[in-house]
């Protein structure tokens, strides 16, 4: 899955044959344990700046420059869909953030298609990001876990001489202070509750999805070269996971992103953007579109044919439709410019904040407003006066308001900006946010766009049903629920099974292999259930707003 050259087969051989000389040490000494933890740096993972998740129909790439859906050394685009096809839906993405300090001094972090504002790692409060320890643990670091690695693990790390699998053991769920780091950074399922990562004593790392790429950046560590923005002193955490199955997950990706302000600032009008440059296959032949009620922007051919052109593999007849969703937050403004434009109505130019800041406030980047009609500014042809937060927000399918096919616009290279409701950003505050990225391909051109726009549903009640817990409710270490709280019988069971709790759950269930295999349900205290599982071993992850817990059953 890695985009990568290093011979992992050596790597891991060296990795077990290090952790099976620990474990004779460790396994009856929690504080040699937590040491020795630290010092087991020899990572497997990519020590390149580029890796990418393809658990399902999806290859979606990710560069620790910030750059997302990108190869930035080669400026190449990586959201491929199907996987293995060379045909993409995106070009590039990456989160666009700002604010103004107690002075009014604007910190901004954003990039569009290369590094300079973002870097690999944690923050730092003591600066360490050019020590040699600091590097061997944090730069280009990326930790992909699977389901089936955690149900392994929680069937064996009771059993004599268990070694945990190298992802679990690397998993960065303590930070290193010595480094200036914070004591805590991914999260983790925490068993005895002690705020401390220990995967031999049955942490395990708490990811979502059925496969996860999780990796840190900060803003911290350099000049900012894209932007030109003063650095806001954060540290943004992305999770990104998949599932596999039959119906729309194949071809989704999610996208979890916590923001910590580790410094000192305390940020007034905090705002957030996805930016997306979406290219269906040919970038040239593009429309843009939103729907401010489903928090989500999307991106369509221009006509039902995706032609060809010049090295760009076209989706070719009845080309899909992909859409982006904010899950969690309500967005305040969706904006749309094309490379092709000229200045004030085009990419913000290199080392010029305000232009980006502009964007992220619904301006063009000369600070004149977003307008309702035609292109969105003044004088183009259709365009009223009237400034306006949502661009092209009619449906193409319905010739329904106002929509780029309705206003016959010229189909070109469309750059999208999602930007979430403004907040005030303090020091020591974190935010949590969720994306869904979507496809659609039932029929042709537009009938594809209201397939991501009833997508979009889906996508939201897959996302609610998943967890009991607000994403704003950050929490580093997960409480374990204690067996008293739940009663799961009888347990093997020929398919009908009865929970009974002393609080409202949230039940989903993975096969052995880690597969997702029901939709999650939503339930009351005392639940009698009848699941039609196939025989064989299964995971039931039971979650409450006072944690979580995951059982083991067997269907005969």
């Not at 070694?163 to 068993?191: E, Q, R, Y």
Request: aromatic content about 14%; some cysteine; hydrophobic content about 35%.
């Amino acid at each position: 899955m890695n985009e990568q050259k290093t011979d992992f087969n050596l790597l891991y051989k060296k990795q077990i044959a290090i952790n099976l000389v620990l474990y004779s040490l460790i396994r009856s000494n929690m504080k040699t344990q937590l040491l020795l933890l630290n010092l087991v740096t020899f990572s497997i993972f990519s020590q390149n700046s580029l890796s990418s998740l393809d658990f399902n129909n999806v290859k979606a790439g990710f560069d620790q420059s910030g750059v997302l859906f990108n190869n930035p050394s080669t400026s190449s685009r990586l959201y491929q869909i199907p996987k293995n096809s060379n045909l993409n839906t995106i070009f590039s993405g990456s989160f666009w953030v700002g604010g103004k300090d107690q002075s009014g001094f604007l910190h901004l972090a954003a990039v569009k298609y290369g590094s300079g504002d973002y870097f690999s790692g944690p923050y730092s409060s003591t600066n360490s990001y050019n020590d040699s320890l600091y590097i061997q643990k944090y730069e280009n670091k990326f930790w992909n876990v699977t389901q089936s690695q955690i149900q392994n693990h929680l069937a064996n790390y009771l059993n004599p001489g268990y070694v945990p699998d190298s992802a679990l053991l690397n998993w960065p769920g303590n930070g290193d202070v010595s480094l200036g780091v914070a004591s805590n950074l991914a999260p983790f399922f925490d068993l005895n509750g002690d705020n401390i990562y220990n995967p031999y004593g049955g942490d395990y790392p708490d990811i979502r999805g059925e496969s996860a790429l999780f990796f840190i950046l900060n803003d911290a560590k350099g000049i900012h070269t894209q932007s030109g923005g003063y650095a806001l002193n954060l540290e943004m955490h992305i999770m990104a996971y998949q599932y596999s199955g039959s119906n729309f997950l194949n071809n989704t990706t999610f996208l979890n992103v916590r923001i910590f302000n580790r410094g000192t600032l305390q940020l007034s009008d905090f705002k957030v953007g996805f930016f997306v440059d979406g290219d269906l296959g040919y970038f040239n032949d593009d429309y843009f579109g939103c729907k401010p009620s489903k928090n989500m922007m999307y991106f369509y051919n221009a006509d039902n044919i995706d032609e060809p052109n010049g090295n760009a593999n076209q989706y070719g007849q009845n080309p899909p439709a992909c859409g982006i969703v904010s899950l969690s937050k309500p967005v305040g403004a969706i904006g749309c410019f094309s490379g092709t434009n000229g200045f004030p109505h085009s990419d913000p130019a290199t080392n010029q904040p305000t232009q980006f800041w502009n964007y992220l406030n619904s301006k063009w980047a000369d600070g004149s407003p977003w307008l309702l009609g035609g292109l969105g500014w003044e004088n183009s042809a259709g365009a009223t006066n009237v400034p306006y937060d949502y661009m092209f927000d009619g449906n193409p399918t319905t010739s329904v308001g106002w929509s780029e096919m309705t206003n016959q616009n010229v189909a070109g290279d469309r750059r999208g900006l999602m930007v979430l409701e403004s907040m005030n950003f303090n020091a020591n505050q974190s935010d949590c946010m969720d994306f869904a990225i979507l496809y659609g391909r039932s029929g042709n051109h537009l009938e594809n766009v209201q397939t991501v726009i009833n997508l979009a549903d889906s996508a939201k009640l897959f996302y609610e049903s998943q967890s009991l817990f607000n994403c704003n409710q950050v929490t580093l270490a997960v409480n374990s629920i204690s067996d008293d709280e739940f009663t799961l019988y009888p347990n093997p069971s020929d398919g009908k099974v009865t929970i009974k709790s002393l609080t409202p759950f949230a039940l989903s269930i993975y096969d052995i292999n880690g597969r997702f295999i029901s939709n999650p349900i939503q339930s009351k205290n005392n639940n009698e259930f009848d699941l039609q599982l196939n025989k064989g071993v299964y995971f039931f992850h039971l979650e409450t707003n006072k944690g979580k817990t995951i059982k083991k059953i067997i269907i005969n």
